[in-house]
């Protein structure tokens, strides 16, 4: 079987720092958006007609806030892949190393 | 946490080591690693020493070993290194381990050579079996041609043949038709494989020549020619048999050369691994060898009483540890009189010895860095512990930042162990690991402020619910749908009720986050801040400096020096201090508009011109009248108070001068192998060793007490404290500025890459905010963390440095070295080689 081993043991690492730090991060940014917090009120692309032209105020800047936090939860499930390929290569390298000396 | 508040009381100590047991005695001292040796010899030479011969036979066996380190490196042998290290041998094993290398050097570079003899051998043997096959060619070629020219095998030609490099053909045909004129024939083709010349080691083409020619003269030019251009001849085969009979040879030749060499290469490979089990314990051994003779070379050589004496700083606490190693070096040793040691007084300036653990040690290295203070001065190092992770958290101030860093140092302090058997010999990665420590005070500390500034990637958190209500403006009636419509920007009045209901409760109020005027707002609040926390971090330098004056018995500096500059210090930028907490509590959202500027009051207290301004309490003028007066009377009690009380003392007060102060030159007499009945009658009490006053000095006549260099040097002073105090104030305002520019720094990050990830809503979209959040990642590290970090570190050090230090902290000492086995160099493994 051909090798899966890819990158060497600091990027791997790196992976991992950065898979478990996206994690958490999106997701916690994730529940704010689903929260409507105020304080990201930048972050949701909302346009002036769903300020100005909303039926029923402000619904439609909810339904943003849903949408980016449901983007949120999915580039947070994306991290959780990359984290555990990274965890993969981490293991193949520790084993490669062992079998080399 | 052991806090140690001043340095360690030292004292001079002689040794009186037997001449049978002086190695073993050093030897225990080295492994303790408790006293600093002084030298004894300094005029004499490092080849006039007593020991040299024996420092020669060390440096002889690092040379093998480094030899051998070296050959087992290239080998790719690994050295294993044991957790406990070796005692020094005594000096009946020394030959031994110097027989051992000696033999292991021998039969190493013997292998060495058979081998480099098989190699050349091998090397023939392939150019031979190249020019057979190759010539076989030309002849076959040839012997088809029949076209133009003398053939190539008419009867009567001869024929030399060999190799050439092939940068030298051309030059070579050349010189060939210019001797022999036409009379040879030169064919030539390059060789496949390139093959390593030996000598130089390169690997180069060669070129396989066929010379055929008529005569013998032609062929001795012809040799004469091959012999200048280095080439490798071989004898040419008569025919076609005789050719494939020498190929045959050749190539069973050659698989037995390979055969030898492989068993040469096992063979020397063993005798590497036998030699890699037992390098470490040699090479320890060997350092602490030669590292016992270097300090027996110190060491003065007492003829009458067959011993050796040796002079050594000691701290007076460890005086117990020092008998036990010399009676445990004594018993190890022949002698039959132990070793013992006699303390002696001095007036020399001790070192300085602050003992500080793994967790302390980051902090004393950076106070250390500035300058080691003098002997039993007190230490700042204690305090910065605290203040400096603390200053730097000020400037630093953002909670998501913090805990990485905090992440980041726990990590390494959980990791500890095995990163210090590593030993990486990254010096970046090493620095960071020594200030581990640090690093995570640092993250701890910046989560706290980073709490306060309510600052978390850029963003605000709102935890306990924030003291502002916009709904109150429209209940109030104050605002209504038109005025939104119609306005860009709209400000909240907390004087409307309803809209402002108290202070958040820890930190700032996470409405400013979505403020216009946050910056100024923020900028007001931290500029003051940093005028608060640098007026009290240097009030409390000035304070520390007390303990100095009492602990060298200059009560009269007290009085004199620290009294003037507190109140100057106080009287000015505390009453400042005081001014801004008054605005701060005595104006409310109501009368807001009518709180003055406090620093055109400041600069109207020193103008003395105040009448058109209103004040801010009742009887402002006359307090800060009173204030300037009394600071302005301080500035001449701080100049001429200590020259003059000195000058009075000196003509008719006590007559002698109790302690040398800064400033002016003394002269240290050395006090050296005192006789044994000073030795009794000087065992001490404390106050004569830290005079540095023995009763030898005290006959001689004090020294010349200088007026004009006392009142030039405190002039100096006095200018420096009182000009320092305004710029040192507002060098505090740095913390300002470096918390503005990391807040600001973070938010752009998040505005300009963050804020693109979140700005894509199509269904495929989604996917680019998870590159866009590892871009976000690695530029958060990079120059938030790290270059935001080491420029924080930089700003905080620096005032702790110069405006807090310079209050108080002289540090023009010398730095306590005990010999110590493990804090020696190792020559190898600066090399890499272990």
């Not at chain 1, 029923?56 to 800047?61: A, V």
């Not at chain 2, 081998?115 to 079996?129: A, V």
């Not at chain 2, 030159?665 to 005192?674: A, D, F």
């Not at chain 2, 540090?811 to 493990?822: N, Q």
């Amino acid at each position: 079987m051909p090798s899966l081993l890819f990158c060497g043991p600091k990027m791997a690492a790196c992976g991992m720092v950065i898979s478990i730090w996206g994690v958490i991060m999106l997701g916690m940014l994730g529940i704010f958006f689903s929260t409507n917090s105020a304080v990201l009120i930048e972050d949701v692309p909302f346009t002036e007609e769903d300020i100005w032209e909303d039926k029923q105020p402000p619904q439609r800047i909810y339904a943003l806030y849903r949408q980016v936090g449901i983007n949120c939860f999915i580039a947070a499930a994306i991290y959780v892949a990359v984290g555990a390929i990274s965890l993969c290569q981490v293991r193949l390298n520790k084993r490669q190393e062992y079998m080399v000396t | 946490i052991k806090m140690v508040f001043r340095s360690e009381e030292m004292c001079l100590a002689q040794l009186f080591l037997q001449s049978g047991s002086e190695y073993d005695c050093i030897s225990e001292l080295g492994e303790l690693g408790l006293v600093e040796f002084r030298d004894l010899n300094p005029s004499v030479s490092s080849f006039q020493r007593r020991f040299v011969s024996e420092i020669k036979r060390c440096e002889e066996m690092e040379r093998i070993l480094g030899f051998l380190l070296r050959e087992i490196q290239k080998a790719k042998i690994a050295v294993p290194q044991e957790d406990e290290s070796p005692l020094a041998p005594p000096p009946r094993q020394v030959l031994e381990i110097m027989e051992q290398l000696q033999r292991l050097e021998m039969e190493l570079s013997e292998v060495a050579k058979n081998k480099d003899k098989l190699q050349r051998n091998l090397l023939e043997l392939t150019e031979y079996t190249h020019m057979l096959k190759i010539t076989r060619t030309f002849i076959h070629s040839r012997s088809r041609k029949t076209r133009r020219g003398p053939n190539l095998i008419s009867p009567g030609c001869s024929f030399i043949s060999g190799l050439i490099q092939r940068v030298k053909v051309e030059a070579f045909e050349r010189m060939l038709w210019r001797v022999c004129k036409g009379y040879t024939i030169l064919s030539y083709t390059e060789v496949d494989e390139s093959l390593a010349d030996l000598d130089t080691g390169e690997i180069s083409k060669s070129v396989v020549f066929l010379i055929s020619f008529w005569g013998d003269q032609i062929g001795h030019k012809v040799q004469k020619i091959c012999d200048c251009y280095h080439c490798h001849l071989y004898p040419h085969p008569e025919n076609d048999e005789e050719r494939a009979d020498v190929l045959d040879s050749l190539r069973t030749r050659i698989q037995d050369l390979n055969n030898v060499l492989h068993r040469t290469d096992d063979y020397l490979r063993q005798v590497l691994q036998k030699a890699a089990e037992s390098a470490y314990t040699w090479v320890v051994q060997v350092k602490k060898m030669k590292a016992i003779y270097h300090i027996l070379n110190l060491c003065s050589f007492d003829v009458t009483n067959k011993c050796l004496i040796a002079e050594v700083w000691c701290p007076v606490s460890d005086l117990a540890n020092l008998r036990g190693a010399l009676e445990k070096g004594s018993r190890k040793g022949d002698a039959t009189v132990p070793s013992f040691v006699n303390r002696i007084p001095s007036s020399d300036t001790p070192p300085t010895l602050l003992r500080s653990n793994k967790f302390t040690t980051g902090f004393q290295s950076i106070v250390e860095a500035y300058g080691v203070g003098d002997y039993r001065e007190v230490s700042p190092a204690p305090y910065t512990i605290i203040t400096f992770p603390f200053l730097f958290a000020v400037m630093f101030g953002d909670l998501g930042h913090g805990v990485i860093m905090s992440l980041f140092a726990l990590w390494m302090v959980l990791t500890e162990k095995n990163q210090k058997k590593k030993r990486s010999s990254n010096e970046i990665w090493m620095t960071f690991f020594h200030g581990r420590y640090i690093i995570l005070m640092m993250g701890l500390f910046s989560i706290y402020t980073g709490l306060i500034y309510n600052d978390c990637f850029s963003k605000s958190l709102n935890i306990f619910g924030s003291g502002w209500s916009v709904k109150a403006m429209f209940t109030n009636q104050q605002w209504t749908n038109k005025t939104v419509q119609t306005n860009a920007l709209l400000t909240l009045d907390p004087n409307v009720s309803g809209v402002f209901s108290g202070p958040y409760p820890f930190g700032i109020d996470p409405i400013w986050n979505l403020a216009v005027n946050r910056l100024s707002f923020l900028n007001s609040y931290k500029m003051k801040m940093s005028v608060i926390v640098g007026v009290i971090h240097m009030s409390f330098g000035v304070v520390l400096s007390v303990f100095n004056h009492l602990h060298f018995r200059q009560k009269f500096s007290v009085y004199l020096l620290f009294l003037p500059e507190l109140l100057f210090l106080i009287c000015l930028f505390g009453y400042l201090v005081f001014m801004i907490l008054y605005k701060w509590l005595a104006f409310s959202a109501r009368n807001s508009s009518q709180a003055p500027s406090i620093l055109i009051h400041f600069i109207n207290m020193f103008v003395m011109q105040g009448k058109d301004v209103t004040p801010l309490y009742p009887g402002q003028t006359g307090l800060q009248v009173f204030l300037l007066l009394i600071a302005v009377m301080c500035v001449p009690v701080l100049l001429l108070g200590k020259p003059l009380y000195l000058y009075w003392q000196q003509r008719g007060g006590k007559g002698l001068r109790r302690r040398r102060f800064p400033g002016s030159p003394q002269g240290y007499e050395r006090v050296r192998r005192v006789s044994e009945d000073d030795g009794s009658i000087t065992s001490i009490h404390e106050e004569d060793e830290e005079e540095g006053f023995d009763e030898v000095t005290s006959r001689e006549a004090p020294k010349q007490f200088d007026f004009a260099d006392v009142l030039l040097h405190q002039a100096i002073h006095t200018i420096e404290f009182c000009l320092g105090c305004i710029s040192n104030t507002a060098s505090y305002l740095r913390l300002w500025a470096l918390s503005l520019a990391h807040a600001q720094l973070s938010e752009v990050l998040w505005a300009m890459v963050m804020r693109l990830g979140f700005k894509v809503t199509t269904k495929v979209g989604v996917v680019f905010l998870v590159p866009v959040f590892g871009l976000f990642a690695m530029l958060t590290v990079s120059i938030l963390l790290v270059m935001e970090g080491l420029s924080a570190f930089l700003h905080a050090l620096r005032l702790h440095w110069v405006e807090f230090q310079n209050k108080f902290y002289h540090g023009t000492g010398v730095k306590f070295l005990p010999f110590d086995f493990s804090q020696l160099p190792s020559v190898f493994e600066q090399d890499g080689l272990l």
